[in-house]
Structure formats: C-alpha cells, structure tokens
C-alpha cells in the first residue's frame, strides 16, 4: 500500500510540472507570422505609393522564422532607406511594440514589383531621332524595366531628341532625352522684361544654345551687358529684373 501511495504520489507530481510547464510556454505568447509582417507591408506600401498608379505585387519577403513575442497589443513598424522608391529590392528593419515597448527589431529583405503605364518605343529609335507620336506607346511595365526613369506621358517628350538607340518595344528612359535647341549661341533675339505696369523689349544677341525654359546667356546689343535669360520660344527670351 505505502508503494502504491508513492507512485500515486509521483504521477500526481509530475502531472503538475507538465501542467506548470505549458502554462509557461503559454504565457511567452504567439509566434510572428509571415501573413501579419506581409499584411504591414501591403499597408506600408499603399501609404507610400499614395497618388501614383501602380499595381505592386510582393514577390519575395524574408524575414527571421519562429520569432515568439509576449501576449499584448502588438504594433508593427516598418523602416525604409530614404532612397528607396517603393519597388525593386530592399533591405527594410521591422520594429515590433508590444504595449508600446519595442520586443524586436528585425531585419526584412522584400522584392516588390511595380508596374504603370510607361512610354515605350513603337519601333527601333536611332540616337539623334527627334520624337513624333507616332514613335511611342504607353503599355504597362514593371517599373524596373525602365530603371525608375519612365516616361508616363508622351505629350510631354514630343518634340525631344534622343541621345542613345531605344531598341523596338523597349521603356524610354527620362535620362536618354534631351530638348532641342530653338535658340542658338549667336543668333539675334528679342529680349524681353515685364513688371507691374511695364513691359520692355530690345534687341539682343545668344551667347549660348538652349530649348524652351532653358536659362542661357545673352548680350544686351545697346548696353553690351551679359546676363541670364529664360527662353521663350525660338525668337524671344525674358530676362527677370
């Protein structure tokens, strides 16, 4: 009897660590899981593309796995490099609050695809080509196509030369255009100046090349002084007072 009453004793004994023993693990909370990182950064990212027109799309998220965190309300935080424009790969820290104390700062590796209407070549563009409409389309792209550096509307590059070859098909890129001069370092112009109640013109002479709303230098023909001029079209410029 005494040896049954032992072995009664020790099952309830033990019986009591193990109940003692997942009581604890309770109490360390819940694990962080891939879906709630995912679902701060879909909120993240529509925050921080507000106003464009972008469909993105998360195609790789890593994080650390099994990362435990105390029972609590939970806050997530996200932290971006100041250079990063919302698309391509990116290193990012995810600051988690549990009733407002920071538990972890974890690292994040995200590829996000982005993809908007962008300019792209209707056929092969050669170097020196000045562009017409009829030499661009919009499609939708991934943004990474064009390296950040698309065209979303083609009005806006009509009228603008190219300074590389844009193969058939492929993104024009904001850093492959350049605007045509309309003015032309020697030729005469007529400088004008407005302000309140007044407006005065006189002949002048380009002392540099530039396309419309470029600043070039020009001589004043009467008083042969030099100074910056904004030019207006291909005959006349404004100096500012």
Not at 54 to 78: A, F, N, Y
Not at 115 to 121: F, G, L, N, P, Y
Not at 145 to 165: N, P, R, Y
Not at 166 to 191: E, F, M, W, Y
């Amino acid at each position: 009897m005494a040896l049954r009453n032992h072995w009664i004793a020790l099952l309830l004994l033990l019986s009591l660590s193990l109940t003692v023993s997942v009581a604890a693990g309770a109490e360390q909370g819940t694990v962080l899981s891939e879906r709630e990182v995912r679902a701060t950064v879909e909120r993240f990212l529509a925050e921080k593309l507000a106003g464009r027109s972008w469909e993105t799309t998360i195609r790789q998220l890593s994080m650390p796995q099994g990362v435990r965190l105390p029972k609590g309300v939970r806050d997530l935080e996200l932290v971006a490099p100041g250079s990063w424009d919302g698309w391509g790969p990116v290193s990012l820290a995810l600051v988690v609050r549990v009733n407002g104390v920071v538990e972890k700062n974890l690292p994040l590796r995200l590829v996000v695809e982005a993809r908007t209407e962008m300019a792209v070549a209707s056929r092969q563009l050669l170097a020196g080509t000045v562009l017409n409409r009829e030499d661009l389309q919009l499609q939708r792209r991934d943004v990474a196509q064009a390296g950040g550096l698309h065209v979303s509307s083609i009005e806006d590059v009509v009228g603008m030369k190219l300074k590389s070859t844009v193969r058939s098909g492929a993104p024009l890129r904001s850093n492959q255009l350049d605007k045509v001069p309309v003015v032309r370092s020697g030729q005469l112009v007529t400088i004008v100046a407005e302000s309140t109640g007044f407006r005065i013109a006189v002949t002048g002479r380009a002392k540099s090349s530039g396309g419309v709303g470029d600043l070039i230098r020009v001589e004043n023909m009467s008083s042969r002084r030099e100074f910056p001029a904004r030019v207006l079209d291909s005959a006349t410029v404004e100096a500012g007072f």
